[in-house]
């Protein structure tokens, strides 16, 4: 019987296949293309409405690579979110990696690196849903050092989006909710809502390098 590690390792691979060529970056270009962005990315503690009541999540920090993938997943229509369809659709390809590597870099000088094992250990309960998920073999030991850049860094997200995310990978016939990804469709089938929200609620309060970065009038 094929390993947990090795399905993985295969389904990783099928994912770096299949991202979207890879464009020039402009940090700069793309500090200048954030003004769509700001309004609830900008705002710390923002919290959204529809499609579901969660905070936005903090992309400051962000790895590029992931960014760039989620963005092309919204316009593309593979994740189902009204919102963001919208603001993906209006972007290129270039805007996307411009944005990406803006918010990269985006409140640099605030993050503290992470120790390689997290600090706070989970309970024996939390500790075996993540292991049944495999979790930290694609996001790494910490949760912030994911093996593959297109994979995000989960570390300090906003645990009541984390685990709004987890649920959309599990959702199917909502127009306005959901997320088609093989791999984490088909690891969120194995969990209960609640215990979702158990390994969410462990991975937000871990220290991580995300960051909301207010804009002067936000603040």
């Known amino acids: 019987m094929m390993s947990k590690a090795f399905t993985l390792l295969l389904a990783l691979t099928a994912v770096l296949f299949a991202l979207p060529a890879a464009h020039a970056q402009d940090a700069a270009a793309g500090a ?16 959204s409405s529809f499609p579901e009541i969660a ?8 790895g590029a690579a992931y ?29 996307m990696a411009d944005l990406a590597a803006y918010y990269q870099q985006h409140g640099a000088s605030m993050i503290k690196p992470v120790a390689d094992t997290p ?3 989970p309970s024996a309960e939390v500790a075996a849903l993540l292991a049944k998920g495999a979790c930290a073999s694609c996001h790494g030991a910490n949760y912030s050092k994911p093996i593959a850049p297109a994979y995000p860094k989960l570390a300090g997200q906003h645990a009541d989006y ?45 220290p991580g390098e995300l960051r909301t970065v207010p804009q002067p009038k936000f603040k």
């Open 32 to 47: 200048k293309k954030a003004a769509m962005c700001i309004g609830c990315h900008g705002i710390a503690g923002y919290q």
């Open 55 to 62: 905070k936005v999540p903090m992309i400051s920090g962000q």
């Open 67 to 95: 960014i760039t993938a989620s963005l092309a997943a919204y316009k593309k229509g593979e994740r189902r979110h009204p919102t963001m369809r919208a603001i993906a659709t209006s972007l290129s390809d270039t805007d």
């Open 119 to 121: 600090a706070a250990q």
């Open 162 to 206: 984390l685990a709004s995310a987890l649920r959309a990978y599990g959702t199917t016939g909502n127009p306005n909710v959901g997320r088609a990804n093989a791999i984490m469709s088909a690891q969120v089938k194995q969990f209960k809502p609640s215990e979702l929200k158990a390994m969410a609620a462990y991975l937000g309060a871990l």
